[in-house]
């Protein structure tokens, strides 16, 4: 048994921006299931929604800007689990209303460097047992840039725990000018290019790349990509430096949330053996967009944060000719505004096919996923994604562009994997308009065979995407170290 202090900006369902949330969520109980002790460790939002109790724990004095300041360590339990939950408790900084990352007006919150320094310097404290709680990690894994300032920090502890760094998303990296780093009163000796500074700038990311004992991200391919230019941010030369220590993790899917047979969002039941149920979620997601019902045509369909690396772009420069053919779709999102309007625009142009919700809606993205015969995700880099392992969970066959998890959990159904029966959806390479439509159209083709589709659907529906398999590779990282 180990002892984890698992450092998260968000974990669902206490708070959750994205993907990142969903694997704070759940690798750490899949992990507690496998015998290890697990604690997270989250900032206490004002956002936060609980019905758990929350307890006051101790109060840490932490160096800032402007000198020494208290914040507090409260303790709760991950909703529904035994989880331990640590919220790190410092009001001026995150009792806002706004989300982790922007403010109540979606404005990125303008002290984000000294908020999640503050954090980075609480989990320090608390990795060196100094936090007045009686407990000391073994191992303290830390997760995207928010948290990219532990590793650094705790490499000037002597002894210190061992670090674990978790990529999610090279795209988010914290980068903030050289001042800041002077402001925050970071340590001198991180400055540098072995250290935090990335061209002149201070990079959080870094700190976890550069200081970390072990680098894992989310798929085994995206481990590659990011190793290279296109998908390195001109971190790739540090990746492959460090790659006897990158390891890629497929992210696991918290399977009781996401079960067609126990979900209480969706309007019925079903599970491989009564695909023909399916029908009813079809039905009502028509209902729900105001489509016509209709059994038959193919309902497509995307779940997504509208922005750059989904692929919108693809979907919308291919959208006019996507639309004439047999099939209606819906569209559940938020994000950039441009594409938000333009969305909306074809929605109200094409009353009878096609329908948008902007917004968040937890419930609604379920009965999405119950409801949809094919689901889109043609992202241009996917480090691992996981609504199009949702999809294959709930015989909603995804249509996904080849990169990063994408590549890794999804098997294009070709004539060999049809007639193995390992064929899972569709897959395209070329970030292009005409290859999406070339793929939706294949996908119309199988559609239209009856069989062969509920083939793919199964193939889908049965394969093991638990925690429970991932979690024991990151056991085996955390034992080699
Ligand atoms: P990312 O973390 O890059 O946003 P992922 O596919 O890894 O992408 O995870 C996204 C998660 O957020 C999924 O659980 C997805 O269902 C959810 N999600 C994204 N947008 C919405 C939305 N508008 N409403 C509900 N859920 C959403």
Same mark, same amino acid.
């Given at each position: 048994m ?16 994205? $993907?990142?949330?969903d ?6 109980? #899949?992990? #507690?299931?496998?015998?290890e002790?697990?604690r ?11 019905d758990?109790?929350i307890f ?11 000198g020494? *300041?208290a ?24 009792g806002?209303?706004g989300n982790?990352?922007?403010d109540?007006?979606? &404005? ?13 310097? *609480?989990?320090?404290e608390?990795?060196m ?10 191992? &303290? /894994? ?12 705790l490499?000037?502890?002597q002894?210190?725990? #061992?670090?674990?760094?978790?990529? /999610? ?10 001042t800041?780093?002077?402001t ?13 500074? +990335? ?32 998908? $390195?941010?001109g ?14 993790i ?25 695909? $023909?149920?399916k029908a ?6 028509q ?14 369909? =995307? ?13 919308? %420069? ?21 594409? %938000? ?6 929605a ?7 329908a948008? +919700?902007l ?15 094919? +689901? ?5 880099? %996917? ?12 015989g ?29 959806? +569709? ?6 308009? $005409?290859?999406? =439509?070339?793929t ?21 529906m ?17 034992d080699?170290?």
């Open positions: 180990k002892k984890i202090l698992f450092v998260t900006s968000e974990a669902y369902p206490l708070i959750k921006t994205g $993907g990142l949330a694997v704070s969520g759940s690798l750490p109980k #899949a992990l #507690a299931e496998q015998g002790e697990v997270i460790l989250l900032p206490n939002y004002q956002a936060i929604k609980t758990e109790a006051f724990k101790s109060t840490l004095s932490i160096a800032e800007a402007g020494m *300041v914040a507090n360590i409260l303790e709760t339990r991950l909703p529904g689990t035994a989880v331990t939950v640590w919220l790190v408790d410092f009001a001026d900084y995150f806002l209303p982790p990352y922007v109540a007006s979606g &404005v990125a919150w303008p002290n984000n460097a000294a908020r999640f320094a503050l954090f980075c310097r *609480v989990a320090v608390l990795a047992d100094r936090g007045y709680l009686g407990w000391q990690p073994d191992i &303290v /894994h830390c997760n995207d840039w928010q948290s990219g300032l532990v590793p650094a920090l490499s000037l502890e002894p210190h725990p #061992a670090t674990v760094f978790t990529i /999610h998303n090279m795209a988010y990296q914290g980068l903030f000018e050289k800041v780093f002077t925050l009163g970071l340590p001198k000796s991180l400055w540098g290019m072995h250290g935090v500074e +990335f061209n002149g700038l201070l990079s959080f990311l870094k700190g976890g790349l550069a200081y970390a004992d072990h680098i894992t991200t989310v798929s085994p391919s995206y481990a590659e990509e990011i190793q290279t230019p296109a998908f $390195g941010y971190l790739e030369g540090l990746l492959s430096h460090r790659k006897a220590v990158l390891t890629g497929i992210n696991g899917i918290d399977a009781e949330q996401w079960d067609p047979e126990t979900d209480p969002y969706i309007a019925q039941f079903f599970n491989a053996k009564s695909l $023909g149920k009813a979620n079809k039905a009502a997601l209902a729900k967009f105001a489509l016509p019902i209709n059994k038959k045509v193919p309902l497509f369909a =995307l779940i997504s944060r509208l922005v750059e690396q989904k692929g919108i772009d693809l979907i919308l %420069e291919g959208l006019e000719e996507m639309l004439a053919q047999p099939l209606q779709f819906v569209l559940l999102g938020s994000g950039d505004k441009g594409f %938000e309007q333009q969305l909306l625009a074809f109200q142009r094409y009353p009878d096919k096609m948008v +919700f917004g968040y809606d937890e419930g609604l993205s379920h009965l999405i996923e119950a409801g949809a015969d094919v +689901f889109l995700m043609p992202s241009r880099f %996917e480090p691992c994604g996981l609504n199009q392992i949702y999809s294959q969970r709930y909603t066959v995804p249509i996904v562009r080849k990169t990063g998890g994408l590549a890794d959990t999804v098997t294009d159904a070709l004539p060999d994997t049809l007639a193995d029966h390992t064929a899972t959806g +569709f897959v395209f390479d070329d970030a292009t308009p $005409g290859t999406l =439509l070339e939706v159209k294949r996908a119309l083709l199988i559609y239209s065979q009856p069989k062969l589709w509920r083939q793919v659907q199964v193939n889908g049965k394969k093991d995407y638990s925690w429970s398999e991932s979690a024991k590779q990151y056991q085996k990282v955390y080699a170290l």
